[in-house]
């Protein structure tokens, strides 16, 4: 995407400025987080200003990670992307609201994504991973990101919320040009889309209310109310941009690191009891979305001066590539324990989803290595990473001998 230059203001020292764009393609081997940990070896500050998507703020340590979105009474959830003019004209709600608004309206949410409902949702990843293997299985390969990553929890997703499988490449598209735009006018495009499909399904469910999770929403009330077309629109784009991308995105960087690395692999396939402890060090590894928030008044943070109106993004992989973190943190470490990595946020915005992630990764894991155990990536292919607010591999092509009975 072509982005917006600006010229450093009057608060920002020179000795943070740093070239940085969060719509700059990686090609290579797939590495985005191996190439954000980078950052910090190469002299980039904890915290630094990047001239480029209209001027911002970028973390690069996990405790101020920890100190913006631990903090929303200075860091506001109100706007949550860079170039501020992509900002959605009906932003995902409630995480647009800052507490104790927001708090209210989590609550709604929260009931559904409890252990009790995501577990059996999860646990048909597995099913489903079978299903699909069966249809590639004895070509001896398979293009992953489309075959598997962008079906698998999707699926699930979209059983949750009631929305028909049909509908599912077309919101796709819709979510990828509005996360990893090529151009800001398609990502307006995109907003424009997904806002109009979201408002649509709420007048659907609330004409004729069904029992998945958007008419039970669509039923709810707040203080006594029930939530206004608006506000269910919103939450609706909400559970489409999260449910759609992120789970698909981490299973791509998984699996190119599980086909790079056998010895790693073996270790699952061999004691597949470890497969939950391996998926929390695997999403500490490949954590995908950065988070956006802006400044509400001028303050000192962590040695610079901040401007009211300032915008800071959050790269979620700050915290788990930070070596004061962790020790060697692009090592993958199935025995390490890990306490919080940030994957998932922080604060009162912290993801709702991650329990139904968590599952979704087990159990798939689980049925790809109890039927493929040895896969690799295609010889010379080179891999490109689509960047933005949530990051991506655009392919990935996967390749195991077929065996033969």
């Not at 090609?27 to 998507?53: C, I, K, V």
């Not at 079978?130 to 249809?135: F, M, Q, T, V, Y």
């Not at 990893?180 to 004729?208: F, I, K, N």
Request: hydrophobic fraction near 40%; charge should be negative; glycine fraction near 8%.
């Amino acid at each position: 995407m072509n982005t917006r230059q600006v010229t450093p203001p009057p608060n920002v020292p020179s000795g943070r400025i740093r070239h940085y764009d969060i719509y700059e393609r990686l090609r290579g081997d797939g590495d985005f987080q191996g190439w954000f940990a980078g950052l910090q070896d190469s002299g980039y500050p904890d915290f630094f200003w990047t001239p480029a998507n209209g001027g911002h703020w970028v973390v690069n340590s996990g405790e101020i990670l920890n100190d913006v979105l631990t903090d929303p009474d200075l860091f506001s959830s109100r706007v949550a992307i860079v170039p501020v003019e992509r900002q959605m004209e009906t932003p995902p709600f409630p995480i647009s609201l800052d507490p104790p608004e927001h708090t209210r309206y989590r609550a709604v949410l929260s009931g559904a994504f409890s252990p009790r409902v995501v577990t059996p949702l999860g646990e048909q990843a597995g099913e489903l991973t079978h299903d699909l293997i069966d249809g590639f299985y004895e070509r001896g390969g398979c293009e992953f990101m489309g075959e598997v990553s962008y079906i698998l929890p999707i699926s699930i997703f979209m059983r949750m919320v009631g929305i028909p499988d049909a509908h599912r490449e077309k919101l796709l598209v819709l979510v990828d040009e509005l996360i990893r735009p090529a151009e800001v006018d398609e990502s307006e495009a995109a907003a424009r889309g997904l806002t109009d499909y979201a408002r649509e399904t709420v007048r659907q469910r609330r004409a004729s209310p069904g029992d998945d999770l958007l008419s039970r929403l669509c039923q709810a009330e707040v203080d006594g109310e029930l939530l206004s077309e608006d506000q269910l629109t919103g939450m609706t784009v909400l559970l489409l941009l999260g449910g759609l991308d992120t789970v698909a995105a981490v299973l791509g960087f998984t699996m190119n690191y599980l086909a790079r690395h056998p010895e790693k692999r073996r270790q699952l396939v061999d004691h597949p009891d470890t497969i939950p402890k391996a998926v929390e060090e695997l999403l500490r590894r490949f954590p995908v979305s950065t988070l956006g928030r802006i400044v509400t008044r001028d303050a000192e943070f962590h040695g610079v001066q901040l401007k009211k109106d300032d915008m800071v993004i959050t790269p979620t992989m700050s915290h788990g590539m930070d070596k004061r973190e962790f020790d060697s943190p692009t090592e993958v470490d199935f025995s390490r324990k890990v306490v919080f990595h940030g994957a998932f946020g922080n604060g009162p915005h912290r993801c709702l989803g991650s329990m139904l992630a968590r599952v979704e990764l087990r159990t798939f894991l689980q049925a790809w290595l109890s039927r493929i155990p040895e896969f690799r990536v295609k010889a010379g292919a080179e891999l490109t990473v689509d960047t933005g607010m949530v990051v991506a591999l655009h392919d990935l092509p996967l390749e195991w001998d077929v065996a033969r009975q």
